[in-house]
């Protein structure tokens, strides 16, 4: 029997073929809990069929969202995951504006454990080990200056092997992450290599599941800023 879990969508970030969807509840008895709906594959990513409206159209960020669900999965530290029913269409109710994401707004200490790098990131992969005790793996971050770097890492040409990634500063610690937040992408792919400066927003920040080399990633899912409000993708 499937369950209606009622978001405000804060990811619809690129993972393999389809997306990692999530978003916080605004329901009185749960307001602010997290939920990922996530799907049977291996990588539990979302296909564009299971999260369409009935209309054809995408889910959107802030967009406020009715999604059957069958059951909690909860895996190691992503302790938000649902089980969708792929059966039942998602339901679209409105939308949220920018300013209300303050009252969603996440205050940790710091994002999970820092220390570990990438070749080109900061604070940005924790060792799957340590994430067996962490309990939780999305934030919301009110962030007053982002800034995205877009570099080419390989020897390849085009947008194709372009590369985005986020810097930022949060709590006095300094952070770069990779952003798979796919409206961000295109958009500063775009621009071209070079560092552009975003300002004030809002970021969904997420802690991947674990990989073949032992490392659980920081990654920036969504990137929302004041301009966001009443626009879709």
Not at 75 to 91: C, F, G, I, Y
Not at 112 to 133: A, E, F, H, Q
Request: charged share 25%.
């Amino acid at each position: 029997m499937a369950l209606t879990k009622r978001i405000i969508c804060l990811s619809n970030s690129r993972k393999l073929m389809g997306t990692c969807v999530a978003g916080k509840e605004p329901t009185e008895e749960n307001f602010g809990s997290w939920v990922r709906p996530v799907s049977h594959r291996p990588k539990q990513e979302v296909s564009l069929y299971e999260r369409q409206y009935v209309d054809g159209n995408d889910v959107s960020l802030l967009d406020i969202i009715d999604i059957a669900v069958r059951f909690p999965c909860p895996a190691s530290h992503q302790t938000e995951n649902w089980l969708l029913d792929p059966k039942l269409r998602w339901v679209l109710l409105g939308r949220v504006r920018w300013n209300d994401l303050f009252l969603f707004e996440d205050r940790p200490r710091i994002l999970w454990i820092n220390g570990p790098r990438t070749l080109y990131g900061l604070n940005d992969r924790v060792r799957l080990s340590k994430c067996r005790s962490l309990r939780g793996s999305l934030y919301l971050l009110y962030i007053k200056n982002l800034r995205l770097h877009v570099f080419a890492p390989g020897t390849g040409f085009g947008k194709a092997w372009l590369r985005v990634h986020a810097e930022f500063t949060y709590a006095g610690i300094n952070y770069r992450m990779w952003t798979t937040d796919p409206v961000i992408e295109a958009r500063y792919k775009d621009r071209g290599v070079g560092i552009y400066s975003v300002g004030e927003c809002f970021v969904t920040v997420s802690l991947s599941e674990g990989h073949d080399d032992g490392y659980c990633y920081k990654l920036v899912a969504a990137v929302m800023t004041p301009d966001t409000e009443g626009s879709k993708r």
